[in-house]
């Protein structure tokens, strides 16, 4: 598997591609090898892009406590400004107090690791690209159309609006993984009032939406890394749903684009980053910001996260998204054409994480 990263003649990176697929083993698989430098599918072509900030040097990072929000008014107004300001001008904040207790975020990550360290033989029956099952596991989604190829293996299960069959779930993690996603979809309802009182709406407008009735998990995987500096760990790119609210580990590694700059995302005990997606920012005109984010490979792991994305993916549901009609006027005229999350998810997948933005193909 390994490539001499000199010699242009011989290298056939789809064949590397199709090679490293059957393996069914992941990058995990490649690390359990031994290997010692990285394949050359997964060498960025161009250095990764420097500029990075550490969070305490120059920005900070919203962190909003939510306890409080149902009995106080008063503080519930001013949770409401915290999140719409950080939606607006990072697209990023950290939320603590939000109601899952800390054991479930402890076992949840437990249950990735559990996951991704069982039996080889055991781990390659989930192994699929189809992405009409309920679970499964793969390297890199967009693996053949992706410009390079990223250090991570990730678990996706489909949460809503169908709930799994608990026999169709792993059973390595399948109880943890109800309990703590059952958890994101009621504090998901929460986040959801907040942002549309936030653009002035009544708190249920984005749940009528629909917003909240698609969950997608995605449990990731990323072992350590022997070239980090030449590998990346997520390549840049935002996000095709409307919110996702992600648990990670505390290696760190999460960085956010805030006015030019690569910001990290600090791991703070007991805390989830929630961002907004390319579907809020659609919806809402431009008001809520989708940002690009990425994830450094790293000698040190493996770094474990959970995303959750409110998305109903690629199931075919019959309504149109187009910026809300309450937002929109003479001055405020609206930015992009109607579309179905499917579409949406569709083209997003198709066009993989190549560094554009898939917002652009939908602008008027």
């Not at 990023?92 to 033989?121: A, C, S, W, Y």
């Not at 790119?237 to 990290?264: C, E, M, P, S, Y």
């Not at 609206?334 to 933005?357: A, V």
């Amino acid at each position: 598997m390994e490539v001499d990263n000199t010699n242009e003649a011989k290298y056939d990176r789809k064949a590397e591609l199709q090679a490293f697929d059957e393996t069914k083993a992941g990058v995990k698989g490649l690390v359990d090898a031994g290997i010692t430098k990285v394949p050359r599918i997964f060498v960025q072509p161009s250095k990764i892009e420097d500029s990075t900030i550490h969070s305490d040097k120059k920005f900070s990072f919203s962190v909003v406590h939510l306890d409080g929000i149902k009995e106080d008014t008063i503080k519930r107004k001013k949770i409401v400004q915290e999140v719409g300001h950080a939606s607006e001008t990072w697209g990023f904040f950290q939320v603590i107090n939000h109601g899952i207790p800390t054991h479930v975020l402890e076992e949840m990550k437990d249950g990735v690791i559990r996951f991704f360290e069982q039996d080889t033989e055991l781990k390659k029956q989930w192994y699929s690209r189809d992405v009409s099952k309920e679970f499964k596991y793969n390297s890199n989604f967009d693996l053949f159309g992706a410009p390079v190829t990223n250090w991570r293996d990730t678990f996706s299960a489909t949460i809503g609006p169908i709930p799994p069959k608990p026999e169709e779930l792993p059973s390595v993690c399948r109880d943890i993984l109800l309990e703590y996603t059952n958890r994101v979809m009621e504090l998901g309802a929460t986040l959801f009032e907040l942002l549309s009182e936030a653009i002035g709406l009544e708190p249920n407008h984005l749940k009528d939406m629909g917003c909240t009735e698609g969950l997608l998990a995605l449990g990731h995987y990323y072992p350590a890394c022997p070239q980090s500096e030449i590998t990346p760990g997520t390549s840049k790119h935002a996000d095709n749903d409307f919110l996702t609210v992600l648990l990670q580990d505390d290696i760190g590694g999460l960085q956010v684009r805030h006015q030019n700059h690569w910001v990290d995302v600090p791991p703070v005990p007991g805390a989830l980053v929630v961002n907004i997606g390319d579907m809020l920012q659609l919806i809402s005109n431009d008001k809520f910001n989708s940002v690009e984010h990425r994830v450094l490979a790293n000698k040190v792991g493996p770094r474990v996260s959970m995303a959750c994305f409110f998305t109903t993916s690629f199931l075919p549901t019959q309504r149109r998204y187009g910026p809300i009609s309450e937002l929109i006027s003479e001055h405020n005229p609206p930015k992009y054409r109607e579309t179905t999350i499917k579409e949406y998810s569709t083209y997003f997948n198709n066009k993989g994480l190549d560094g554009t933005s898939a917002l652009l193909h939908f602008r008027l």
